[in-house]
């Protein structure tokens, strides 16, 4: 499957170059060399058992060769008007950086295109791109690095925290079979915070193909809050893959929810550097149809004295699947560490398949550390019961999904952003088709 990407590449790879990133330049000639010399994974390896992506790979995708936008302004897209929230908007548009040459987020602080980075702070990209994450043996990250022309670069200096939350919005629009491909640098130096709500959208009924690999730092007493949310439509194919750097004392904050795709893959790996540091990863999944997403998360705790809490809910209804690979390695040395995994699921119709494997690898003898995974219908008890008392039977259905939902919410620590979330649940568990309409300026 890998020989339609190399023959693009051989046929278009200058024209790439071109427009490109110059730092993504240095890398693309090997990384075909590499995608060359492999194959695409299968769901008979461990690493991609339930991945959904594959049948996008027969796909005769189009690149966005000449940075193009479609006739789509950023003042079109999407943008979050909840009250309570007041964003400071990156608009990317199929793969395309739609904003200013340089947005200030204050003090210092600021969002950019990868391409302006490379040109305006080499150094700062110089000395974090490609450390961070720097997979040879993944054909996916291969595909990325051969194609990929541009990006989103975010720099928060030392001790500056951001008063706004950074609001992403990615957005495809084409009309036509498109692959988009991202190529992102978010950095957090010591003592920093930052609050980023990252949105994905499609504004048309097309088939498209996102590829985004996202590389985070966050220094020593950082705090980063990321909440990702994807409404797409059942033709979208998004592969979204993050590499989590954390430092001593530092604490994230990382969701992922999932209110309407095609075919997703979440791929995290977080790695704790420094001792005390802390992670909360987790995401709730509500998917019917036939739309499938898998979560794949890797922490690995380096150091003592940390501590990750992991929590993935799904809501699965008539032929949907969603998948949770999840692995918590625990080095020789990283005493003192506390970690647990779960994964609840509730399928609502007898086709609809949840797919769980909670791992842990513990190479340290003084740790505190469980995982769990349960898969079930709703409570015909507590049905029975809430009707008991005058509540009918899809009013109980309902606040019984509510109730299910509202642990992965209690970690959204922007309050407006928490009701937002709790109303596009409540929308989307009455079966609306919706692209959080109420977001749109």
């Known amino acids: 499957?890998?020989?339609?990407?190399?023959?693009?590449?051989?046929?278009?790879?200058?024209?790439?170059?071109?427009?490109?990133?110059?730092?993504?330049?240095?890398?693309?000639?090997?990384?075909?060399?590499?995608?060359?010399?492999?194959?695409?994974?299968?769901?008979?390896?461990?690493?991609?058992?339930?991945?959904?992506?594959?049948?996008?790979?027969?796909?005769?995708?189009?690149?966005?060769?000449?940075?193009l936008t479609f006739g789509l302004k950023a003042e079109d897209m999407f943008r979050c008007a909840v009250p309570g929230i007041k964003a400071v908007v990156a608009p990317i548009i199929n793969d395309v950086w739609a904003g200013a040459e340089e947005i200030e987020l204050g003090n210092g602080a600021f969002v950019c295109s990868m391409k302006h980075a490379t040109e305006a702070h080499n150094d700062i990209i110089t000395k974090y791109y490609n450390t961070i994450l720097n997979d040879k043996k993944d054909a996916f990250v291969?595909?990325?690095?051969?194609?990929?022309?541009?990006?989103l670069f975010v720099y928060i200096p030392r001790g500056v925290e951001c008063q706004m939350p950074l609001q992403i919005v990615n957005m495809m629009r084409a009309g036509q079979a498109l692959m988009g491909?991202?190529?992102?640098?978010?950095?957090?130096?010591?003592?920093?915070?930052?609050?980023?709500?990252?949105?994905?959208?499609?504004?048309?009924?097309?088939?498209?193909?996102?590829?985004?690999?996202?590389?985070?730092?966050?220094?020593?007493?950082?705090?980063?809050n990321y909440c990702s949310m994807e409404s797409t439509h059942g033709k979208m194919a998004n592969l979204?893959?993050?590499?989590?750097?954390?430092?001593?004392?530092?604490?994230?904050?990382?969701?992922?929810?999932?209110?309407?795709?095609?075919?997703?893959?979440?791929?995290?790996?977080?790695?704790?550097n420094g001792e005390g540091a802390e992670t909360w990863l987790g995401g709730m999944l509500l998917i019917d149809k036939q739309q499938r997403c898998d979560n794949y998360t890797i922490i690995r705790h380096h150091k003592g004295n940390c501590r990750s809490e992991e929590l993935y809910k799904y809501i699965l209804d008539d032929e949907a699947e969603g998948g949770f690979s999840g692995r918590i390695v625990v080095d020789p040395g990283a005493q003192k560490t506390v970690s647990h995994q779960t994964n609840r699921n509730i399928c609502l119709s007898?086709?609809?398949?949840?797919?769980?494997?909670?791992?842990?690898?513990?190479?340290?003898?003084?740790?505190?550390?469980?995982?769990?995974?349960?898969?079930?219908?709703?409570?015909?008890?507590?049905?029975?019961?809430?009707?008991?008392?005058?509540i009918g039977l899809k009013e109980a259905r309902l606040l019984l999904l509510q109730a299910f939902s509202a642990e992965v919410l209690e970690n959204i620590e922007l309050p407006a952003l928490s009701d937002r979330l709790h109303l596009l649940i409540e929308k989307r568990l009455h079966g609306e088709e919706m692209q959080c309409a109420g977001c749109r300026k």
């Open 1 to 67: 499957m890998t020989k339609q990407f190399i023959d693009l590449y051989k046929e278009v790879g200058e024209q790439i170059s071109a427009k490109s990133a110059s730092i993504f330049n240095a890398g693309r000639s090997e990384a075909a060399c590499m995608l060359e010399s492999m194959d695409f994974p299968t769901r008979k390896t461990e690493e991609y058992l339930y991945c959904p992506l594959f049948d996008a790979l027969k796909t005769d995708w189009g690149v966005n060769i000449n940075r």
């Open 142 to 151: 291969m595909l990325n690095s051969m194609l990929v022309q541009d990006g």
């Open 181 to 224: 491909l991202n190529r992102n640098l978010i950095i957090l130096e010591a003592n920093a915070s930052l609050q980023i709500i990252d949105c994905d959208h499609a504004m048309d009924n097309s088939e498209y193909f996102a590829s985004r690999i996202t590389e985070i730092y966050v220094g020593e007493g950082a705090r980063l």
């Open 240 to 272: 979204r893959r993050y590499a989590v750097a954390q430092e001593r004392d530092s604490v994230v904050k990382f969701s992922t929810f999932g209110l309407m795709n095609g075919a997703t893959r979440n791929h995290i790996e977080i790695d704790l």
């Open 350 to 390: 007898e086709k609809a398949r949840a797919l769980g494997r909670p791992q842990l690898e513990i190479y340290a003898d003084d740790v505190k550390c469980g995982h769990g995974a349960t898969t079930g219908m709703l409570d015909q008890n507590a049905l029975f019961y809430m009707q008991q008392r005058g």
